[in-house]
């Protein structure tokens, strides 16, 4: 359940910037997920996995389904706001190209991945030497499934692995509670 202020609460979901229909549903299911605990989320603001995740989020929202104060938020690799996907609440328009993966990950508490390549694993790599916690969301395809990463460390810099999870729920819910061991300074 939603407490005061986790609507100013971010979880990032990256992922595919292209998505087939179940890569959609899975991330639109993420995005209702985020919706319903209350928090907010960021992404990089494009289609595929962004766009149908807040798609996702906002139709939660807007069933009721989810408390009043949640945004979705898009970090654009470019200077033009037009290039958004249409469910993005707030767009900010960064013209830093791939750079922007530093900043969506740190906007994020912690990080669910849905299917994704080379971008979305560089924004697992920039997230975990950032300390934010690390979920795959498995049956996604791409990088979420086919590199081995869940239930390992990249390297020395934190104890708690990258996490694997069926289902959104679950993804979710670990990534709240990750975040929530973060903000008390535990480490495993």
Avoid at 50 to 68: N, S, T
Avoid at 97 to 105: D, I, K, M, P, Q
């Amino acid at each position: 359940m939603a407490g005061p202020g986790d609507a100013a609460r971010c979880i990032a979901v990256i992922g595919a910037a292209r998505a087939d229909a179940a890569l959609s549903r899975a991330a639109g299911e993420v995005g209702a997920a985020i919706a319903r605990a209350g928090w907010s989320l960021v992404c990089g603001g494009l289609g595929g996995v962004m766009d149908a995740a807040c798609q996702g989020f906002r139709e939660a929202r807007d069933r009721g389904d989810a408390p009043a104060g949640g945004r979705t938020i898009g970090l654009l690799p470019g200077a033009d706001r037009a290039a958004a996907g249409p469910a993005m609440d707030l767009v900010f328009p960064t013209g830093m190209g791939y750079a922007r993966n530093v900043l969506v990950v740190l906007a994020g508490e912690a990080v669910v991945a849905v299917g994704g390549g080379s971008g979305t694993l560089s924004e697992v790599c920039h997230a975990w030497q950032h300390g934010r916690p690390v979920c795959l969301l498995g049956g996604t395809g791409g990088l979420a499934d086919e590199l081995g990463l869940a239930g390992r460390r990249l390297d020395w810099r934190h104890e708690r692995p990258i996490h694997r999870a069926d289902d959104a729920a679950a993804a979710v819910a670990w990534c709240i509670a990750a975040a929530d061991e973060v903000r008390r300074g535990a480490t495993g």
